[in-house]
């Protein structure tokens, strides 16, 4: 029975088609995730301000990643990285692939992590190795005809919550999620009078919604300190729920500052971190209130569950950036409170659409807000079309 985990070959495919597959960002013109006023690191330059599209936020593209075995089982996970990271799963990370028993995800992602240490300790390699990891989980579940979510300890919750990502949050609320995050327009390169619009766009968005429902803002990377500081301060009357992501992911002082100048206020971030050392200094300055890696891209559901570890030692609740069923089956393992991230995937941001597009079948989504994780073997998904991918060679 051994062989039947027995990696025979691994195949990686670019996904071309817009809206389709792991790239958040791969969409097409007008969709609200790229083409929306929202405050981000390029936010000091006038050309680049007003469209995350225009600095190439979605340049990279989807890959799909296929591992299968000797026995024709096949596991499949999608992601973003386009042909660099198409290039480096077939010409680094499948030799520690092939010939090796697909149940040994601990010893295969560790070898990937060390053997990309010159090149890839954040960001996009470690990215990619993420697509192969979750690919290795759905692989290990069809196999053993397990939904992920028993192989990494259990159900502790059978329905999840979510809250949306989008730029409606009173649409949000009338299709039933738990609340709403909406992204800031303006940063400190706006100066005050872009303060005073953030507020007033803030005040806006609170009245569309009344005062009790959870509201978030997401600052994507954009502000200072100071800045913060004083936005923070002028929004108390608002509410809000949490700050997300307001500085730069290796600004740990300054979330510490944060922290001290708002100490009863909630802080976020992690989307942009990658693996357990990443996460090991946010975690152990108590100045974050919840860590949101995101599981496509902070190196896989391996690095997720090493990171959870660690976390559980302060209690302090995961909830990870985006990513689908993938995030999913994590939400329902954990004992943490049971709330996950649907990032709006239509164009307006008022209809519930797959998070991966057309790519997939079986793909989970939220009706009223809330999901009952389906106990399909892996994470319960097929390709749909292979039309939608070319295979790298």
Not at 183 to 189: D, Q
Not at 219 to 229: D, F, G, K, N
Not at 297 to 315: E, K, N, P, S
Not at 333 to 347: F, G, I, M, R
């Amino acid at each position: 029975m051994a062989n039947q985990f027995l990696i025979t070959d691994v195949r990686v495919y670019l996904v071309e088609s817009e809206g389709d597959g792991g790239d958040y960002f791969q969409q097409g013109k007008g969709h609200w995730l790229i083409d929306t006023l929202i405050a981000n690191p390029m936010s000091g330059y006038e050309k680049y301000k007003a469209s995350r599209s225009s600095w190439g936020i979605g340049v990279m593209g989807s890959i799909v990643v296929e591992i299968e075995t000797a026995s024709g089982a096949r596991g499949i996970a999608t992601g973003f990285g386009g042909y660099p990271a198409a290039w480096l799963v077939k010409n680094h990370f499948a030799r520690f692939l092939v010939g090796e028993d697909a149940r040994n995800v601990n010893k295969i992602w560790d070898q990937m992590f060390r053997a990309s240490m010159p090149y890839g300790r954040k960001g996009m390699p470690i990215a990619t190795i993420s697509v192969v990891d979750l690919a290795l989980w759905d692989l290990v579940g069809k196999l053993r005809g397990e939904p992920v979510y028993n192989l990494i300890g259990g159900l502790c919750h059978d329905e999840i919550t979510f809250y949306c990502t989008g730029p409606e949050p009173a649409a949000v609320r009338d299709l039933g999620f738990w609340g709403s995050k909406v992204p800031l327009p303006h940063s400190h390169f706006d100066g005050e009078a872009g303060l005073v619009k953030n507020i007033d766009y803030l005040a806006a968005q609170r009245a569309k919604v009344g005062s009790d429902f959870p509201l978030m803002v997401d600052c994507y990377m954009s502000l200072t300190v100071p800045y913060a500081i004083r936005l923070a301060e002028a929004a108390k009357p608002l509410g809000i729920y949490w700050w997300e992501e307001v500085l730069h992911p290796d600004d740990s002082e300054g979330y510490r500052l944060l922290k001290q100048a708002h100490p009863t206020l909630k802080w976020t971030t992690g989307e942009h971190e990658y693996t357990r050392y990443g996460f090991r200094q946010l975690i152990a300055d108590r100045t974050i209130d919840i860590l949101q890696p995101d599981v496509m891209w902070v190196g896989g559901m391996t690095a997720l569950l090493q990171i959870a570890a660690q976390a559980a030692a302060y209690d302090l609740p995961i909830i990870p950036h985006g990513s689908g069923p993938y995030a999913y089956h994590f939400i329902g393992s954990q004992p943490n409170l049971p709330l996950c991230e649907y990032v709006a995937a239509s164009p307006d941001g008022r209809s519930i659409r797959p998070v991966f597009g057309n790519l997939f079948t079986g793909e989970d989504l939220p009706q009223n807000g809330r999901l009952k994780i389906s106990d399909a073997p892996g994470f319960g998904m097929e390709i749909a079309d292979r039309g939608l991918l070319r295979l790298f060679e």
